[in-house]
RNA sequence: GCGGGCGUGGCGGAACUGGUAGACGCAACGGACUUAAAAUCCGUUGGGCGAAAGCCCGUGGGGGUUCAAGUCCCUCCGCCCGCACCA
């Protein structure tokens, strides 16, 4: 058995799949477009084993689609810009702009390397002016359209990044990048409007069908919609109120608006609380200096602080009451509260502490009245109490006056009509979502297309004077944003007046860039950000593949981009996505030395079982399967795997052990058996070969029955791997693939039927791998004696005929336990089964005596005699 | 706390709408080839009892529906993920 000379057969793939042009997309209305995506990557150096298991699954998409007939589109280009390139600047003095494209050169070897169709004539990189222009152009149109604007506002500043994050980038407190405990900071930021579509964001998910669950819900929550009421309250100073506090209040000027979902429980209201960001809050602070040290205290501890989850909910009594709006005479304190945000509903609440739990160990700890205002249905009323834990069901009406035994939907609908007609509340629907901030203090980056005129105020720049372009000469000696402290670049003549103003020094996020890419890759080249036309035909991707960490960031940001560029005229869809495949992560083994240090797969070794150090062979603990991870060094490299077993080997291994949704586990045993594999294959058509007949050769005798039992298998593997691979079960598609070469291996040479047949199922055979083993195809292909190219072959059909067998085997069950099988003829009638099974020996022995009940009979599958 | 997912041999995983549990692979063991090893090829491999035919048990635990449950329902346990003072 020789070994098969994979540098060669990939290098050889490679080099003719890109003269020939294969992968080539062009819009030809005449046929049916797939356009399937990779996310894009950030040009970091070098290939991560994630990489490969994402694009190897796109490949696999794309290969497949395309011998099926459709126009594919598959592009792929760079996430370019973004801060490792900055902090690279920092720490090794090179520029940015260098080391991305450096990086860019030496991963486009590394994808190229593994064989993927890519049209790499549509490659793009974010970081060059011919991409971003259109971005700053699109940002004119946004603002323009009233979908960006700039206001000051309280934003998460990461200490680290000396940067701002949006909200969907601070994890758990932290930045997403640096992990540093976020800040909060009050900052004029540029944004863009993406609660405008929240509504139709969370509505239009149900459409996203071909969307995992898990990541709709993860938007939706995301977005939290909650519909309630807004109402309001007369405020009054309270009889222990100071003078100041009095007069701080007339500034106010107005009642409080609260924002409930529970109007229903009104008659249970014992104080309402407000942010310590509420204007009220910070008119009443200047009166008092007790409370504007606690107000203080509370901005000081933020949302930042993982102390959240254990902080107690403290308040601070104004001394300003609410005064109930159906009971006269009723006061409600008014609390400034740690727990009320002012980013959602209006900043302010009632409380009822019988019906929410916070409510009521506010109340507990202030000494509120507790009064119960819903009973759970069918319980004596008068003898309802609250002790530890708030009653949040649904119930029946008490205490309330004129809401008095109605159902709480019931009453909620009475209270907002009742509030409404007064003109003292009307319905609302508030999201938890918030404006997209955009402006990072960073150098890499697009910059934002604004001047900063001392008399003109903010000016745009001209479209023509478009694309402000990042400029070259900057040091990273200090910290901070160098467009900042740039010596020229930054002052420029206002566009209007011709006076000194300045330039934005903020650039976007760089989640901006990948919010479109996709529709630019349906025209690269464009002098536009995209054509209409080809965004017309491309769009929208019908399968997009990655991973789950962006369920929120980069896959709603893009949703609201759509709609957003839609809205300025530029496209005709709201939807980017028409497909979601998520993909699981790969995994590896953890290791440690006797120290605590962690290890590196490579210097671990297994010797009788044990695992040890490779070096002085002492002892190594071994640690579960995680996410491949730097810190943990449980990481391998792709493109040593490629250089020592091929391509081919890792794409295999990364189809086969797991479906692409969960996690897979980097085994190198699993490497060894996709290397193996391949050549087990690559023997048997190398061998089988030379005694075919050749190529297209017509059958000229009848089929024997062996001849005819392998086409069988050869056909229904045509089914069985199309149904899979239709349905993203690439690892039953391979599988299936492998019984297959093992049905072929059992055959020997035999007469021509035979060998008609064998050439069929080794053709089969090279065609369905295409997809998976796309170099190790086009080498089984030629050795089959084929000109063309499998990239170019259509996918095999199956004949129907002869993936239906004559004959079945059905189950004999006594009682529901298996007692037999019966080999039948095919869609045989009951009557004849029932004979044939209760005429086998093992249940003829059960049923000896006994009366049968019935016999349950299911054509083709099972045969059950109840005794 | 809220929401979601998962739990099948030594391991990764199969099992379409309830109908022969463990496909395919990995690992392990036995054998062939070899002076020997590697590679390769052939075979065995869920557990228990048995000389064998065969029988019993078995999809996290318990209960239920059904002729029949890995699959449906209830309940408990464990693990993973997302959100989290959301009014």
Redesign the pocket.
């Known amino acids: 058995?020789s070994r098969y000379n994979f540098k060669e057969t990939e290098a050889k793939g490679q080099a003719i799949w890109e003269e020939r042009g294969c992968f080539r997309a062009n819009e030809d209305p005449g046929r049916k477009k797939y356009y399937v995506l990779e996310m894009f990557p950030y040009p970091s150096g070098r290939i991560h084993v994630g990489h490969v298991r994402n694009y190897t699954l796109g490949d696999m998409v794309a290969r497949y689609k395309r011998a099926c007939g459709y126009n594919v589109l598959h592009p792929m280009g760079w996430d370019a810009f973004g801060m490792p390139a900055e902090n690279a600047a920092i720490e090794n003095n090179i520029h940015p702009g260098k080391s991305t494209y450096q990086n860019i050169e030496s991963m486009t070897r590394q994808l190229k390397a593994m064989g993927l169709s890519y049209d790499w004539s549509r490659e793009i990189a974010t970081c060059s002016p011919d991409y971003y222009r259109y971005e700053q152009k699109m940002f004119l149109d946004f603002l323009a359209a009233g979908l960006a604007y700039r206001k000051e506002s309280w934003v998460n500043w990461d200490p680290v990044d000396h940067t701002v994050l949006a909200?969907e980038q601070v994890?758990?407190g932290r930045g997403w990048r640096s992990g540093a405990p976020v800040e909060k900071r009050k900052l004029s930021q540029w944004f863009l409007r993406i609660s405008d579509f929240a509504d139709d964001l969370i509505e239009s998910l149900k459409s996203l069908d071909r969307w995992p669950?898990?990541v709709r819900?993860?938007q939706e929550?995301?977005i939290?919609r909650?519909e309630?009421l807004r109402m309001s309250f007369r405020l009054a100073p309270s009889r222990a109120a100071s003078a100041e506090t009095a007069k701080a209040l007339d500034s106010f000027d107005g009642p409080l608006e609260v924002?409930?979902?529970?109007p229903d429980t009104i008659f249970g209201a014992a104080f309402c609380a407000i942010?310590p960001n509420h204007p009220l809050a910070d008119a009443l602070g200047g009166a008092d200096d007790g409370l504007a040290a606690f107000i203080q205290d509370c901005n000081r501890?933020g949302?930042a602080e993982a102390a959240?989850?254990t902080?107690e909910?403290e308040g601070f009594d104004t001394g300003i009451i609410a005064r109930h709006p159906f009971v006269s005479g009723r006061e409600l304190p008014v609390y400034v509260a740690?727990?009320?945000?002012?980013?959602?509903?209006s900043?302010a609440?009632?409380g009822c502490p019988a019906h929410?739990q916070?409510d009521l160990e506010f109340a507990r700890t202030y000494d509120l009245a507790v009064r119960p205002v819903v009973a759970p249905k069918g319980t004596d009323a008068s003898g309802f109490t609250i002790n530890e834990d708030a009653y949040t069901e649904d119930g029946v009406l008490i205490n309330s006056d004129f809401l008095d035994g109605m159902a709480v939907a019931q009453a909620k609908d009475v209270i907002a009509r009742r509030m409404e007609e007064a003109g003292d509340g009307e319905r609302v629907t508030v999201y938890?979502l918030r404006d997209w901030g955009i402006s990072r203090q960073r150098y890499w980056g697009c910059p934002i297309p604004i001047i900063h005129c001392p008399s003109c105020g903010m000016v745009t720049v001209p479209e023509s004077d478009l694309p402000v372009t990042l400029p070259e000469d900057v040091n990273f000696d200090k910290p901070g944003n160098p467009l900042d402290r740039h010596a020229s670049w930054k002052y420029v003549p206002c566009p209007q007046c011709g006076t000194d103003a300045e330039r934005e020094t903020d650039t976007f996020d760089t989640f901006v860039e990948s919010s479109w890419y996709f529709a630019r890759f349906t025209a690269p080249v464009a002098d536009a950000p995209f054509t209409r036309e080809a965004a017309d035909y491309w769009l929208p991707v019908d399968q997009y593949i990655g991973g789950?960490e962006h369920?929120?960031l980069h896959l709603l940001y893009s949703r609201f981009f759509t709609r957003a560029l839609r809205k300025c005229g530029y496209l005709g869809l709201d939807e980017p996505f028409a497909g979601l495949l998520t993909q699981g992560m790969v995994c590896h083994e953890t290791y440690r030395d006797a120290a605590g240090s962690w290890l590196l797969p490579d210097q671990v070794r297994r010797v009788d079982g044990k695992v040890v150090h490779f070096e002085d062979g002492s002892p190594v603990t071994v640690g579960r399967s995680e996410k491949m991870s730097k810190s943990r060094k449980n990481v391998v490299d792709p493109a040593a795997i490629i250089e020592a077993y091929g391509a081919d080997t890792i794409r295999l291994f990364m189809l086969?052990?797991?479906?692409p949704e969960?996690?897979?586990?980097w085994?190198d045993?699993?490497i060894?058996?996709a290397w193996?594999?391949i050549?087990?294959l690559w023997n048997m058509v190398e061998n089988a070969a030379p005694n075919l007949p050749p190529p297209g050769c017509p059958l000229a005798n009848d089929l024997g029955e062996a001849a005819h039992e392998l086409r069988r298998g050869v056909h229904k593997t045509i089914t069985a791997v199309s149904g899979d691979l239709d349905r993203f079960?690439f690892?039953?598609a391979?599988?299936r693939v492998?019984?297959l070469t093992?049905l072929l291996?059992e055959t020997a040479d035999g007469g021509d039927d035979m060998n008609w047949a064998r050439r069929e199922g080794l053709e089969t055979l090279a065609l369905l791998i295409g997809p998976m083993m796309p170099h190790l195809a086009e080498q089984l292909w030629q050795a089959l004696g084929h000109d063309g190219l499998v990239a170019a072959a259509p996918w095999p059909v199956a004949d129907a005929a002869l993936t239906i067998d004559d004959r079945v085997?059905i189950?004999v069950?006594v009682?529901?336990?298996?007692?037999g099988?019966l080999d039948l003829v095919r869609d045989i009638g009951r009557d004849d089964a029932e004979a044939a099974a209760l005429a086998l020996p093992?249940v003829a022995a059960m049923t000896e005596g006994k009366a049968v009940q019935?016999v349950?009979f299911?054509p083709n599958?099972?045969i059950?005699v109840?005794l």
């Not at 740690?338 to 509903?345: I, S, W």
């Not at 086969?656 to 479906?659: A, Q």
């Open positions: 058995m909200n994890i758990d669950d898990r819900l993860m929550n995301w939290g909650s309630g924002f409930t979902t529970r942010s501890l949302t959240i989850e902080a909910k740690n727990f009320v945000l002012m980013e959602y509903g900043g609440i009632f929410d916070r938890r789950i369920a929120v086969s052990d797991s479906p969960r996690d897979l586990d085994t045993a699993g060894e058996g193996r594999f050549n087990r079960h690892n039953r391979v599988a492998r019984e093992n291996a085997t189950a069950q009682n529901g336990k298996l007692r099988t093992a019935k349950i299911v599958r099972v059950n109840v």
